[in-house]
């Protein structure tokens, strides 16, 4: 079976290049072996995928990708970790060295990479993870599937059906790309340093969105008024959208939706029947 990094390495690659995990940058270092296999086999990844990584730090996920798919690209934000990370490699998987790229990036920067990604594996950042699923899906359509590890409770929201107490705008937005389930709950202390609350695995497959005339940014701004005041029926909601609470029970009632529920209730696809009643109303 091939070496992953545990702790001892783990520590001694941080303390070689004289780092320590920040706050800042969301960084929590995986170091456990049986955690990154566990996460590459519940990926699914075929060997001919080109596997896109946000946040490799030291390199614990990176190696267990490079052993499963046939490139990886690593999106990493930090250029200290990004310079050191392909000595890693080299030194770990030297026959797999040149199947990896090194992007030197934020990850809600990038519009363009190396190689088209196929899949998106990753450890992320808590404070950020939501966008950059979302950033990435919208900007890589050939992303066909993926599985993030993200912080446990914003692995529910992603992964919340309409009607449950979890679901909102994360929920609804990632469901116009692709349909997510939640993949399993990773314990605190396989990292470096130990975060103070469980992660989730979330996996999603790639589908296409709702068939709809309104552009993905009206149906955005429909989900975002409904869920500003969460407590308020969808009339009351989006009165400020639609410029009038009458106006918006015209289009609630044109897109066959009750004006009268409440945001958490609906599915995308209601979303973006109501986003077209106010185009055709406007016409």
């Known amino acids: ?6 702790a ?6 941080a303390e070689e290049i004289g780092i320590r995990p920040t706050k800042t940058l969301g960084q929590n270092f995986v170091i456990d072996g ?24 030291l ?11 046939a490139r990886v690209v690593a999106v990493e934000i930090d250029p200290v970790l990004a310079a050191k990370l392909p000595q890693t490699i080299a030194a770990f998987r ?6 990896l790229d090194v992007v030197l990036s934020d990850a809600m920067r990038i519009t363009e990479l190396p190689a088209q990604p196929t899949a998106l594996v990753a450890n992320l950042p808590y404070n950020v993870a939501v966008p950059v699923v979302l950033h990435l899906l919208e900007h890589f359509p050939s992303l066909r599937h993926g599985l993030v590890m993200v912080q446990d409770e914003v692995a529910d929201r992603l992964a919340a ?4 107490k979890t679901y909102g705008v994360p929920s609804v937005k990632a469901a116009w790309y692709a349909s997510t389930r939640k993949a399993g ?4 202390n396989v990292f470096w340093p130990a975060p103070k609350i469980s992660s989730g695995l979330v996996s999603f497959t790639r589908r296409e969105p709702p068939i709809t005339r309104a552009s993905r940014k009206q149906v955005f701004a429909v989900i975002d008024a409904a869920f500003a005041q969460r407590r308020k029926t969808l009339r009351a909601a989006l009165a400020g959208w639609a410029e009038g609470g009458a106006k918006a029970e015209q289009y609630l009632l044109a897109a066959n939706v009750d004006p009268s529920a409440r945001g958490e209730v609906i599915d995308i696809a209601a979303f973006s ?9 406007l016409a």
């Open 94 to 99: 030297p026959q797999l060295a040149a199947n």
């Open 273 to 281: 029947c109501i986003a077209e009643a106010r185009l055709d109303a």
């Open 8 to 13: 001892t390495e783990i520590r001694r690659l």
């Open 161 to 164: 059906p309409p009607g449950s």
């Open 59 to 69: 390199g614990s996920l990176t190696l267990g990708l490079l052993d499963a798919a």
């Open 185 to 188: 709950v990773i314990g605190m």
């Open 1 to 6: 079976m091939p070496q992953l990094l545990g």
């Open 34 to 57: 049986n955690t990154i296999r566990r996460i590459v086999s519940a990926a699914h990844l075929d060997p001919d995928e080109t596997v896109l990584e946000v946040g490799p730090g």
